[in-house]
């Protein structure tokens, strides 16, 4: 079924992308930054190699013939402790002409590559299904503008290999994947904040009284990890020559919906009371189309909401991934608890 190998493989979406294309048959080689992912990748006959994307001398360890590359690596707002907008530019800009140009000498002939939803927030605020294909932007004057304007010119470089070599590349535009990470903090602005729905999640065991901002109809894509890795399946298995296409998780959910399948979910002791509260902001608002990825890809979403945070839940009592990002003891402190 030939070889794929995976940049950011020790991310959330890198390693569910690589264990479901390992169980599909494919040869799977995992990269990551970190010198060692501690025999995880090993335990499921996947080899691991340590890779700087930034560094293109790294790459010379990866002697295998590669037949796909998945390319998740760079720097993300959310996991940046202090702003350094060169950590977006080099990690993603110069990150991604180091992938296309292993590509290219290699004779590699597709990379899957996850563009940020920051492309089209202005589109954001209706239930109007947003297009692939609509324009391009980039947020002006938020911590997201400069990753955004990384992300954008990492996608035109990668049109030009396909329009110059002809590589197939498929563009997948993520909104939040949803996953169990045993760190349920990120970073706005360099400030230190808990994720909302983990905040919510975290509340709702504590049998906390949850509240319901603003527009409890609100509509939002939720998309569970275990879908995403499926649509990269699919374009690892097409024969298409691509394009951009939307990761949505095709059937939308309110916040009010949310809540109410989480306090159920999550409770222990002592169920959640809901209240609401009107004069809160409301949650941002988007719907994006997939039929694009339905048609062209064969995509089809399988975890509704309530499935989704069923198996979260497993997830979270049992950490199938504390090899590589530790365990809830190791980033919730007993204040915070």
Same mark, same amino acid.
């Given at each position: 079924m030939g070889t794929v190998v995976i940049f950011g493989a020790t991310g959330s979406v890198g390693v569910y992308s690589a264990l479901t294309l390992k169980e599909a048959g494919y040869e799977v080689i995992a990269l990551g930054h970190r010198k060692s992912d501690n025999g995880f990748f090993a335990e499921h006959g996947i080899r691991y190699y340590s890779v700087d994307v930034k560094n293109r001398k790294s790459f010379d360890v990866i002697t295998e013939r590669i037949d796909t590359v998945v390319h998740f690596a760079g720097a993300m707002p959310a996991r940046m402790k202090c702003y350094n907008p060169y950590e977006y530019t080099d990690s993603i800009i110069t990150g991604t002409l180091n992938v296309l140009e292993f590509m290219r000498e290699r004779h590699c002939n597709k990379?899957?590559? $996850?563009?940020?939803?920051?492309?089209?927030?202005?589109?954001?605020?209706?239930?109007?299904?947003?297009?692939?294909?609509?324009?391009?932007?980039? =947020?002006?004057?938020?911590?997201? $503008?400069?990753?955004?304007? $990384?992300?954008?010119?990492?996608?035109?470089?990668?049109?030009?290999?396909?329009?110059?070599?002809?590589?197939?590349?498929?563009?997948?535009?993520? =909104?939040?994947?949803?996953?169990?990470?045993?760190?349920?903090?990120?970073? @706005?602005?360099?400030?230190?904040?808990?994720?909302?729905?983990?905040?919510?999640?975290?509340?709702?065991?504590?049998?906390?009284?949850?509240?319901?901002?603003?527009? =409890?109809?609100?509509?939002?894509?939720?998309?569970?990890?275990?879908?995403?890795?499926?649509?990269?399946?699919? $374009? @690892?298995?097409?024969?298409?020559?691509?394009?951009?296409?939307?990761v949505g998780c095709g059937h939308p959910i309110s916040i009010e919906d949310q809540i109410r399948d989480i306090a159920e979910i999550f409770a222990r002791e002592k169920k959640s009371e809901i209240v609401y509260a009107p004069k809160m902001p409301s949650s941002p608002q988007f719907v994006l189309n997939i039929e694009k990825a339905r048609k062209e890809l064969g995509y089809e979403p399988k975890f509704s909401f309530h499935e989704m945070m069923l198996d979260f839940k497993h997830d979270m009592d049992t950490e199938p991934f504390a090899k590589l990002w530790g365990t809830k003891e190791d980033f919730v402190g007993h204040n915070e608890r």
């Open positions: 990379i899957v590559f $996850s563009q940020s939803i920051a492309d089209i927030l202005y589109k954001f605020g209706s239930t109007t299904p947003i297009d692939d294909d609509v324009e391009r932007r980039f =947020p002006l004057d938020t911590d997201h $503008s400069i990753y955004s304007i $990384s992300k954008n010119a990492a996608v035109n470089m990668i049109e030009h290999y396909h329009a110059k070599y002809g590589i197939q590349r498929f563009i997948l535009r993520l =909104p939040t994947i949803y996953v169990y990470q045993p760190n349920p903090f990120y970073y @706005v602005d360099g400030e230190k904040r808990w994720m909302g729905y983990r905040y919510i999640i975290d509340q709702a065991c504590k049998g906390n009284t949850l509240q319901i901002y603003g527009d =409890p109809k609100s509509k939002k894509e939720m998309v569970y990890v275990k879908d995403f890795a499926q649509l990269v399946k699919c $374009s @690892v298995d097409s024969k298409l020559e691509g394009g951009i296409y939307n």
